[in-house]
């Protein structure tokens, strides 16, 4: 276990350096509501464009995969955005850190296997600036004023997984969400004789869901998943007082996964949910991948992946298309693995352009 965790500390300093403090901004399709979805998915998933999730006991998405998980397993990601933002005037790049997924798991017997940890569900943090001219007793004086939101909503879930059968797996689970934001808006005068005002406060978020799964395996080279999940509300509160309360998704996919031989297997996903309940600008989504894994040891993993974001102006879902790759190392008797993953995403909305390119690191250990 100690030659396992010398080589897995060196990486977490790595991290640790990677991620000091920085001026942080999701994507500027999240303001127009809740906030940016999250992708319940590992590093290692990432990579093939999420086409491999739902059949990842790593990933956040799908239950049932943890049925084959035969140890004690932990995982965590880092994953470092960089994010160019198209206006009319210019482009502006931004830069974020995030930990989006941590997990636990192990077997307890009877081929039942359970597990928890957290992944990131809205990501809430934005800073906008925008200048103006008001009239102010006749007289005209500019002003720049800023709205910025600092904070995410995470789930936290706890899950089981049994096998059923040789052929058959399923999977369920609930979900606690649970979040915070800090939100301030302010007016500066060009005007010195003018004194700047700004409001600031604290939100907090609450809301739960359950989810369900199950994973067949007709022939021994392919695997087909079906997955359900289901969201209540969240809520908005300030200082006790709920502010808001807002509808959350019904999500529905399925997943193939096709081994041919030892050193190749090919996934597809489709995902379907039903966001446009949440409010003013948002939009049922239908989100899709594909990807394959080639070689073992070091595999290269590629995918591709399309659909739309749930939130965004102009009466239109904004478009989403990406491309990732990556590969996995593994170390001390393959108590520990290192995954790989850069993703190009491509996103486009009314009157709103972003280009993103996210590198990210995980890191799994299995005592």
């Keep these: 276990m100690s030659r396992a965790l010398h080589p897995l500390a060196l990486l977490v300093a790595l991290i640790g350096i990677l991620a000091r403090p920085l001026g942080a901004q999701d994507s500027q399709f999240g303001m127009s509501g809740l906030g940016t979805p999250g992708r319940f998915e590992s590093v290692r998933s990432r990579a093939t464009g999420g086409a491999f999730a739902p059949f990842d006991a790593l990933s956040a998405l799908v239950d049932a995969p943890l049925a084959w998980a035969d140890h004690l397993t932990i995982s965590s990601g880092n994953a470092t955005s960089y994010r160019a933002l198209d206006f009319p005037d210019g482009r502006t790049w931004v830069r974020a850190t995030r930990f989006p997924v941590l997990g636990l798991s192990g077997p307890i017997g009877h081929g039942i296997t359970v597990g928890g940890g957290f992944a990131t569900y809205l990501d809430k943090s934005f800073d906008v600036s925008t200048r103006d001219t008001v009239v102010i007793r006749g007289v005209p004086v500019p002003v720049t004023d800023r709205y910025t939101s600092d904070g995410a909503v995470a789930d936290l879930r706890v899950t089981a997984a049994a096998r059923i059968s040789q052929k058959l797996f399923v999977g369920a689970g609930v979900h606690l969400l649970t979040g915070s934001a800090r939100v301030r808006a302010g007016r500066d005068f060009a005007d010195s004789s003018y004194v700047d005002t700004f409001e600031a406060s604290e939100l907090s978020y609450d809301g739960f869901g359950a989810s369900a799964s199950l994973v067949a395996v007709p022939v021994p080279s392919l695997r087909v998943a079906a997955f359900l999940r289901s969201d209540s509300r969240l809520r908005a509160r300030e200082n006790g007082t ?125 005592p």
């Design 242 to 366: 709920v502010l808001a309360r807002n509808d959350l998704p019904t999500t529905v996919g399925a997943g193939l996964r096709w081994q041919p031989g030892s050193r190749a297997a090919f996934a597809a996903s489709i995902v379907s949910q039903s966001w446009s309940s949440a409010g003013p600008n948002a939009y049922n989504t239908v989100n899709w991948s594909a990807g394959a894994e080639l070689g073992r040891g070091t595999p290269l993993r590629l995918g591709v992946r399309g659909g739309h974001l749930p939130f965004g102006p102009g009466g239109r879902a904004p478009s989403e298309f990406g491309l990732a790759g990556g590969t996995g190392f593994t170390f001390s008797e393959g108590r520990g693995l290192i995954d790989l993953s850069l993703e190009h995403l491509s996103r486009n909305g009314v009157g709103l352009r972003e280009r993103v390119w996210t590198f990210l690191v995980g890191i799994t250990v299995r």
